[in-house]
């Protein structure tokens, strides 16, 4: 058990709607990272959180948004969904950043109908 | 883009030695091998990572050619729970760091 939590589970949206996806990272975790899984591909980067700032982002439109809290935990909000943004939502938190192991939580499984 | 290249798939004899390989032909000094698994509608698992030297511990091996353009992951007595796609990754030492991953290599254990 990699420590990482993510909630909920599991969530069904209609196109247009907005979601908040929540991630608690790792014990003595500071940095949180955020990949979208579409089925049958690897992972992709949506950005990175360190000191509630966003310090790196991937190829994803502004619809896509976080936000870091004090305590470390982060949020992935998406407005405006789209058929092509169901995939399973992936967090990941490592210590600092610079190099360090990613610990992935179990992630969140959203459907856009 | 993702800077390794992994066979989409592979199978292995259940007690037998998985030999994972991975093209990195244009990886930088500074540059580190990283190998994650995800086993099927879990997040990715850390395996192992390395440098330039080969690298063990209670999980896999991992063997780095001396010219570090590739390397294998190596579980040494795979069983049905290694069953998982395996990813190669790159990444360097210093700095912000945006994980690219590939599609991976699907490793499937047969009985």
């Known amino acids: 058990d990699a420590g990482v939590t993510q909630s909920p589970t599991h969530l069904i949206k209609t196109r247009g709607q907005q979601v908040t996806l929540r991630c608690s990272p790792k014990?003595?975790?500071?940095?949180v990272s955020w990949y979208q899984q579409a089925l049958g591909q690897g992972p992709q980067f949506i950005f990175q959180y360190y000191e509630e700032e966003e310090r790196q982002r991937g190829n994803f439109p502004d619809r896509f948004s976080g936000h870091q809290f004090p305590n470390y935990s982060s949020e992935l909000n998406v407005n405006a969904l789209l058929l092509g943004d169901s995939a399973l939502y992936l967090c990941a938190s490592s210590l600092g950043i610079t190099l360090d192991t990613q610990y992935f939580g179990p992630g969140t499984r959203l459907t856009v109908l | 883009d993702a800077k390794t290249t992994q066979p989409p798939s592979m199978d292995c004899a259940e007690g037998r030695a998985a030999n994972l390989p991975c093209n990195h032909s244009?990886?930088?000094?500074?540059?580190?091998v990283y190998w994650y698994r995800q086993i099927h509608s879990q997040g990715p698992q850390y395996i192992i990572h390395g440098l330039k030297n080969n690298e063990t511990n209670e999980m896999a091996s991992l063997i780095i050619t001396e010219d570090r353009k590739s390397s294998t992951l190596i579980l040494p007595h795979a069983t049905l729970r290694d069953t998982a796609v395996y990813y190669c990754?790159?990444?360097?030492?210093?700095?912000?760091?945006?994980?690219?991953f590939g599609t991976g290599t699907k490793l499937q254990v047969i009985p």
């Open positions: 990754i790159v990444l360097n030492s210093g700095g912000y760091q945006k994980v690219t």
């Open positions: 244009t990886i930088s000094g500074n540059e580190y």
């Open positions: 014990s003595g975790h500071d940095t």
